[in-house]
């Protein structure tokens, strides 16, 4: 039996998911056919987006999503959830894309094919875009303050050179977290904290 679901996320436990949920009730969803997650678009690392993708959805049926960059903040990362869902036989509606919506007979779907795959592109370089301006107005916020002899909450604390590096290979699970910490030599707390600054969308 084929299935719809619905993902909403947003990027912090601060914000809320409301706006997402109540466009999917538009729609006439349930609340158990909905999976959340309050975590950054940074990577696909998500409990509920994992869990919809590999233990939820099965051929045939239909994710919904409010607009692409819930998906992800990530080009590559978009691309390559799009081309998984394709090769699983799982559509992809994604509300702030009405062409996404609309069902044509066979012989007609490449076109809206086609103008989707130019939509999709140019709607993931903007939500990876917009990342990186959010990231850019935070280094130039600190900086600034610094400046003016001002600290943003606790003492700030510098990420060590390597940090990207590590970072990388911690996520893509090359390296444990205490790896990590003894490769940056940080603290188990000041490694969490910037963690989770890091992460934010």
Known sequence: MERTYYYARVSTSEQNLDRQI????????????IITDKASGKNMERVGYQALKNSILRKGDTLVIKSLDRLSRSKTDIKNELEYFKSEGIRLKILDLPTTLIDLPTEQGWIFDMINNILIEVLSSIAEQERLIIRQRQREGIAAAKLKGKHLGRKCT????????????????????????RHSGLKKSTFYRLLSIYDRD
Do not use: C, Q, V
């Open 22 to 33: 109540e466009a999917f009730k538009n729609m006439g969803a349930d609340d158990m056919d």
């Open 158 to 181: 510098e990420y060590p050179p390597e940090w990207e590096h590590l970072y990388f290979l911690w996520r893509d699970k090359k390296i444990t977290a205490k790896e990590f910490m």
